[in-house]
């Protein structure tokens, strides 16, 4: 089984969990734990790179938040993961009870670091759907042609499927996938990919499009239901401005309406996103991610 998950604030946790891959704004680790597959994301930095740290939480199945540093930046990212449904695991580096009791996190764990293995992989996550491919890197390789990196989201992707990027509506063929170095007829949900591929260039794709079976066009306004946080709230205003993430995409979004649980935005930048999909919104100051939720309709 394929897993994905999140490590935040430590890297080093990420070689836990598997050798260490591509490198952007987000720090990749794969690994085989008793025959299933793990790959950590880690956000590059939380200091200057909020976004990161957003899709990482947003594209895994679980969160592992460090608790090896007790700062204004890990208070952040449990504040983040409180506005998600997702589990998360806390290391048992400190005690961090007393900061938790006011923080409600979805089905918390502390766990010792060389036990991370063992318990993301008795995990069973739901990966049901079409077929998509969230892509954070694209290239050209001489004498390959197009090589696109990204995670399988849902479904699962075949050599010689044909597939749609988003970004231009172009047919894709997928000519051949890596998986961990190794090349693979089929991959299922929740795999870490390199896709070469026919119909594109490498400059034709760019982080945050996706492959899909089907055709929709990129959209500049979503609406979305959002949970806020409940200790520093942000007050929500029509025309202000904030920084919207969702999946491996991000531009400036501003507000059309907020009526206390259903936020509408015009985004700054057209993006790649699907209704179903997550978000999160940024502000300035800490703690900068204040609010998540699902998108209802994109257009």
């Known amino acids: 089984?394929?897993?994905v998950v999140s490590v935040?604030?430590?890297?080093?946790?990420?070689?836990?969990?598997?050798?260490?891959?591509?490198?952007?704004?987000?720090i990749y680790y794969n690994g085989v734990y008793s025959g299933n597959h793990i790959t950590a994301l880690a956000p590059g930095s939380v200091e200057d790179k909020i976004h990161a740290l957003?899709?990482?939480?947003?594209?895994?199945?679980?969160?592992?938040?460090?608790?090896?540093?007790?700062?204004?930046?890990?208070?952040?990212?449990?504040?983040?993961?409180?506005?998600?449904?997702?589990?998360?695991?806390?290391?048992?580096h400190n005690d961090i009870s007393d900061l938790t009791k006011g923080i409600s996190i979805s089905g918390e764990i502390v766990a010792e670091q060389e036990n991370l293995q063992s318990i993301i992989t008795e995990m069973r996550p739901e990966r049901g759907g079409p077929t998509r491919v969230d892509i954070d890197k694209s290239f050209t390789v001489k004498g390959v042609g197009a090589v696109l990196l990204g995670i399988v989201t849902s479904g699962s992707v075949s050599v010689h499927d044909k597939l749609i990027l988003s970004s231009s509506g172009k047919e894709?063929?997928?000519?051949?996938?890596?998986?961990n170095d190794v090349d693979v007829q089929i991959a299922e949900g929740g795999t870490r990919v390199g896709l070469a591929v026919k119909g594109i260039d490498g400059a034709d794709a760019e982080k945050g499009d996706l492959l899909t079976k089907e055709k929709k066009v990129p959209s500049a306004e979503i609406e979305a239901e959002i949970n806020t946080i409940k200790i520093?709230?942000?007050?929500?205003?029509?025309?202000?401005?904030?920084l919207f993430v969702s999946n491996f995409s991000y531009t400036t979004a501003y507000v059309k309406a907020f009526n206390g649980n259903t936020i509408s935005l015009k985004l700054d930048k057209a993006l790649s996103v699907r209704e179903g999909d997550y978000m999160m919104l940024a502000r300035t100051q800490v703690p900068r991610v204040f609010a998540s939720g699902s998108i209802k309709s994109a257009k």
């Not at 935040?8 to 987000?26: A, C, T, W």
């Open 172 to 179: 894709v063929t997928i000519r051949s996938i890596q998986s």
């Open 1 to 3: 089984m394929n897993f």
């Open 232 to 242: 520093h709230p942000e007050e929500i205003a029509i025309g202000k401005a904030y």
């Open 54 to 92: 957003c899709e990482c939480i947003m594209l895994s199945d679980v969160v592992i938040v460090s608790t090896k540093k007790v700062d204004k930046y890990m208070a952040e990212a449990l504040l983040a993961c409180s506005t998600t449904k997702k589990r998360v695991i806390l290391t048992s």
């Open 8 to 26: 935040l604030l430590d890297p080093e946790l990420g070689r836990v969990l598997g050798k260490k891959g591509s490198e952007n704004s987000i």
